[in-house]
Structures are given as structure tokens and as C-alpha cells.
């Protein structure tokens, strides 16, 4: 089987569920930019390397893309665009399946949590019909093995990206960045937080801070969303905290306790 390829992070949930691969076809001229393209085939030589598996790249051509999605570029996610893309990448994969001799193809674009499978599986079909290459269903996203992936993708620090791949969604990402940003700042300013610095690397929570925020901890936190939050065992005992990971609604939030000393040595070093 030959197995398309879009990004590393879609690729693990993969190997967790099949086990074992052997070939990769990385097509995606829908990339944008060039730059992104490289940093997500890279990040699929390192899997490589690490899983053993072979990769079949393509060339670089993003014309085709915006010949083929011509007229549908501002349609939105899993728009008409999205199928055409997904059925260009799918079509281009069962070719190369066929020249190589291989008899079945799959993506992983099932493990998206962006995308909608069965409309993914029903264009595979679709391919299959058209090359006579068998398109196998999958369904990357579900069961225990996406969970363990997600963790290993943590673990160990596999490059995420945060738009699907094309120019087009990468605008309507930022917009939509945009109009959380401002929601985000609406409710701290209802709170009467707005004060606080939205996505801070660190929250450093003093007594201070404890006494401003400890009454409405958890949806504080879920508004401005810290990178890591230190604190002391008193403050954290308090506020429910572990050191490492901590689930605070719908936010994961990783905390650091420290002693009175290393928490001064730690501002000091964030100044």
C-alpha cells in the first residue's frame, strides 16, 4: 500500500493504527509558502527515520493546485476547494501507486481533526473508480491509537501547524485568530481583567496575583491561556495544582512549583 502523506502530526495517528508502513507519497502542492512545504516534508524524514519507512516525494508545483481550485479559492474549509484539493492529492498518489506497482493506496488526511472523513473516504472511492487503484477507507482520527498519538506528537515535540496547508486557509486562519482575539479580551474586560496579557510564555502566580484571580482561577486561565504557570505549593495546594500538566476546563495547562527563591529566580530571568 502506498500511503499519501500531508504532515507529520496526521502521519502518527497513522502509524499507530496500521502498525507498521512501508512507503510514503509526500504530494501536497497546496502547501503555501515554500518554506512550510519544506518544514513539513522535514518533519516526516525525521518520522522517517525513526520508523523506517520509505518516502516517495513529489515535486514542489503549487500552480497546479491554483489551476485546479481555480474559482473556488474563498469558499472556506471543507468547501468545494477543500474536496478539490483532496481529490488532486488522492489522484496524484493512485498514479504513482500504479507506477510503482503498488495496488492500494490511503491518506492521512483521516487523522485531521479539521477535515470530515467520510466525505475524505467517499473522494478515496471516487479515485479508485477513476484509476483502479483500491482506495482503502480509514478513520485515523478515532479510537485509543489517536489518543496515544497525540501524546507521543507532544512527547516529542512534532511540529504542529495551525491552518491546513493552502494561501487561502491560512487567511481565513488568521482572520478567525483575530475575531477569538478579540472575543478572548471582551470576557477579561467583563471580568475585569483586562489587565492581563493574553497567551503569556509565563503567568507567575504571587500572592498578589493568588488574591486577584484564586475566585475565578479556571476561567481565567482558559481566557488568557499561559504557557506555563508557576507558583508556590501553598498557592498551587490552594488552587487544586499539580506540578506538570494540569486539565483546567477545557485548557491544558503546565505548572511548575517552586519554592519562594526559585520563583524570584525565575522572574528575574523573565525580565
Known amino acids: 500500500m502506498l500511503l499519501h502523506v500531508c504532515c507529520a502530526p496526521d502521519l502518527v495517528p497513522a502509524f499507530f493504527h496500521l502498525k507498521k508502513i512501508e512507503k510514503v507519497y509526500f504530494y501536497n502542492p497546496n502547501i503555501y509558502p515554500k518554506e512550510e512545504y519544506k518544514k513539513r516534508l522535514n518533519e516526516v524524514i ?24 481555480k474559482g473556488y479559492e474563498n469558499l472556506g474549509e471543507n468547501s468545494t476547494r477543500c474536496e478539490k484539493c483532496i481529490y488532486l492529492r488522492l489522484f496524484d498518489t493512485a498514479l504513482k501507486a500504479k507506477e510503482i506497482g503498488e495496488k492500494e493506496i490511503a491518506t492521512t488526511l483521516t487523522s485531521s481533526p479539521r477535515k470530515n472523513l467520510d466525505k475524505i473516504n467517499k473522494i478515496g472511492k471516487l479515485v479508485e473508480d477513476k484509476t483502479g487503484i483500491k482506495y482503502i477507507e480509514t478513520y485515523f482520527r478515532k479510537g485509543i491509537e489517536y489518543q496515544k498519538a497525540l501524546k507521543y506528537i507532544k512527547e516529542k515535540g512534532i511540529y504542529r501547524q495551525n491552518y491546513c496547508g493552502c494561501v487561502f486557509s491560512l487567511k481565513e486562519t488568521e ?47 482558559e481566557i488568557i491561556r499561559p504557557k506555563i504557570l508557576v507558583t508556590n505549593n501553598v498557592f498551587s495546594q490552594k488552587l487544586n495544582l499539580k506540578d506538570g500538566w494540569n486539565k483546567l476546563g477545557k485548557y491544558n495547562l503546565k505548572v511548575k512549583i517552586k519554592d519562594e527563591n526559585e520563583i524570584k529566580n525565575w522572574e528575574c530571568d523573565k525580565c
Open 175 to 221: 482572520i478567525q485568530k483575530q475575531k477569538k482575539l478579540l472575543e478572548r479580551q471582551e470576557k477579561l474586560q467583563k471580568l475585569g481583567f483586562e489587565k492581563f496579557t493574553l497567551d503569556p510564555e509565563v503567568l507567575v502566580v504571587d500572592e498578589n496575583i493568588f488574591e486577584l484571580i484564586h475566585e475565578k482561577f479556571i476561567d481565567i486561565i
Open 46 to 69: 525525521k518520522l522517517s527515520k525513526e520508523w523506517d519507512f520509505k518516502i516517495i516525494e513529489s515535486k514542489y508545483e503549487p500552480e497546479i493546485f491554483y489551476n485546479y481550485v
